[in-house]
């Protein structure tokens, strides 16, 4: 049988899957209760994301000043192709599932948790010390699927760097609300490496 008919079962058993040419990025809440509150933070930063990788996409730069990540999240067109599909089953607790090409809900799954992880301890923040390129991503769990060859870990240091640090706070803060007491997470995890070269 296809692989789309166990879709939903492949996603229980290993939550970030490849699908053909799509990703399923999955985010899980222990909250007892999930709110239109956690909702709104979660899809400004889910948004402002796709902005990004659209700005890397046309080979742009970095916004204005003065944009906040809500703003540009709402400036996003509704037919835009990068914006992911969205499944969600909150049972409190429950998941959120983006689904969309191999790039966009993956590049989505490491910034929320790297947003997370910076958010907790100031030594993560990606643009600190080496900047955003000292960021790597890496398939912790098979090598046959090497992030590197599809383009999403230098899509992921080209987002931080048009989002800038300024809104990256902002993204850390939208994180913050959305995942408050047990709320959304990333199943992504974050390691900090320590540099061998460094003294």
């Not at 990025?25 to 709110?35: K, N, P």
């Not at 803060?173 to 992504?188: P, R, V, Y």
Request: charged share 25%; with cysteine.
């Amino acid at each position: 049988m296809r692989a789309r008919s166990f879709e939903r079962v492949l996603g229980a058993a290993y939550k970030n899957i490849v699908l053909g040419d799509e990703f399923l990025a999955r985010f899980v809440t222990a909250d007892e209760d999930f709110t239109a509150f956690e909702s709104y933070h979660f899809n400004a930063f889910v948004m402002a994301v796709v902005a990004a990788c659209r700005r890397v996409e046309g080979g742009q730069g970095p916004w204005d000043d003065g944009l906040s990540i809500y703003d540009i999240a709402a400036d996003v067109q509704g037919q835009d192709d990068l914006v992911p599909d969205q499944e969600a089953s909150i049972h409190s607790p429950g998941y959120m599932t983006l689904r969309g090409s191999i790039l966009i809900p993956a590049v989505m799954s490491a910034l929320f948790a790297l947003a997370n992880a910076s958010r907790a301890d100031p030594r993560m923040d990606p643009f600190e010390g080496a900047g955003v390129h000292q960021v790597n991503v890496v398939n912790s769990e098979s090598e046959a699927f090497n992030p590197c060859d599809v383009g999403i870990d230098q899509t992921v240091k080209d987002a931080l760097g048009i989002i800038g640090h300024t809104r990256w706070k902002q993204m850390c803060s939208a994180e913050f609300k959305a995942s408050d007491n047990d709320g959304l997470h990333s199943i992504a995890t974050v390691e900090s490496i320590e540099d061998e070269n460094q003294p």
